[in-house]
C-alpha cells in the first residue's frame, strides 16, 4: 500500500495538469460512470492530500481516493492513448490526462461528506495545519502498542508499514511499547523525524531512511535501514522480524530493547 509521501507527491504532481482547469472526466472500466458524470465538465478547483487520502476538488463535489494495496496513478501529457487496464477513472484536462487503476475508494462527496472524512483522518505530518496535540493524546492514553498507534491513520496520519520500522529504530523505541508509556519527548522526535523523512520521500519520489542516502537503482528506489533486513547497520546485531496486526514490523533487539 503507498505510503502518505506517495499521495502527497501525486497531488504535487497533479496539481499543475489539473488544477483550476475544466476536465473531461470519464470512467473506462465502467464502474465509476454515475460518479464520473456528475463531475464532467467541472472545474478542479483544487488537490488535497490527507495522509493516503486524496480529494480531488471540484467546487462543492470532491472526488475521494485511497489506492489501497493496488491502486495506482498513470499520468501523461495529451494526446490520450487508450487506457491501459481497468481504469476507474480517467481525468482530462487540455493539457494531460490521469488514468487511476484499481483504487480501494473512488466516490463523489458531497461537502459535508468530505468534512467527516477530514476529521476521520488522524493530523497528516506533512501537512502544514496539522496538529500534533491531537496525536499525542490519543497515543498517551493508549495500551496499545507504539508500533500499532503510529500507523493508525486515525491516530497519525500517512505513516506506512516501512517507515514504522524505520522511525522506531532510529529514535531507539521498540515497537512493541504501549502508548501510555511513550515519554512525550519521545513522541515529538518521532512526529520531527517523521515529518522530515516523509518531505524527503516526496522530494525523491522514494522511501529514504539512511542518512546521507541517494535512491537506491532497485525498482522503488528505497533505502532503508532495518526493514526486511537481517542485521542492524548500527551495531550488527539481529533484526527480528514479527507481525503486529497482520503486518510486518522489525526491530534490533540491541538498538531498541523492551523496556
Given at each position: ?17 489539473l ?25 478542479c ?8 487520502h ?7 463535489l470532491?472526488?475521494?481516493i ?5 491502486g495506482?496513478?498513470?499520468?501523461a ?37 468530505a ?8 493530523p ?12 499525542w493524546q490519543?497515543?498517551s ?8 498507534l ?14 514504522r520500522s524505520?522511525?522506531?529504530w ?22 520531527a ?9 516526496v ?17 522503488y ?28 514490523a522489525?526491530?534490533?533487539k540491541r ?5
Amino acid at each position: 500500500m503507498p505510503e502518505g509521501h506517495t499521495i502527497h507527491r501525486a497531488a504535487r504532481d497533479q496539481r499543475p495538469m489539473l488544477a483550476g482547469k475544466v476536465l473531461d472526466v470519464s470512467s473506462p472500466q465502467g464502474r465509476f460512470m454515475e460518479g464520473a458524470a456528475q463531475l464532467d465538465g467541472r472545474r478542479c478547483t483544487a488537490i488535497d492530500a490527507y495522509g493516503k487520502h486524496l480529494l480531488y476538488r471540484f467546487g462543492e463535489l470532491s472526488l475521494h481516493i485511497h489506492l489501497g494495496l493496488f491502486g495506482r496513478f498513470r499520468c501523461a501529457k495529451r494526446p490520450a492513448a487508450e487506457p491501459k487496464g481497468e481504469v476507474r477513472v480517467r481525468m482530462m484536462s487540455d493539457t494531460h490526462v490521469v488514468d487511476i487503476n484499481g483504487p480501494n475508494s473512488c466516490e463523489v462527496m458531497d461537502p459535508a461528506e468530505a468534512a467527516a472524512l477530514v476529521r476521520r483522518i488522524g493530523p497528516d505530518v506533512l501537512r502544514p495545519d496539522a496538529d500534533p496535540e491531537r496525536a499525542w493524546q490519543r497515543i498517551s492514553r493508549s495500551r496499545s502498542s507504539v508500533g500499532q498507534l503510529i500507523m493508525d491513520q486515525s491516530v497519525m496520519a500517512g505513516i506506512g508499514n516501512i517507515y514504522r520500522s524505520e522511525l522506531l529504530w532510529r529514535q531507539k523505541i521498540h515497537p512493541d511499547l504501549p502508548g501510555n508509556r511513550l515519554p512525550r519527548e519521545a513522541f515529538d522526535r518521532i512526529w520531527a523525524d517523521a515529518a522530515d523523512l516523509l518531505a524527503l520521500g516526496v522530494r525523491t519520489n522514494a522511501i529514504i531512511t539512511v542518512d546521507g542516502a541517494k535512491k537506491s537503482k532497485s525498482r522503488y528506489g528505497e533505502r532503508v535501514n532495518i526493514f526486511a533486513k537481517n542485521a542492524c547497520p548500527a551495531c550488527a546485531g539481529k533484526i527480528t522480524a514479527f507481525e503486529i496486526a497482520g503486518r510486518r514490523a522489525f526491530a534490533c533487539k540491541r538498538c531498541q530493547p523492551k523496556a
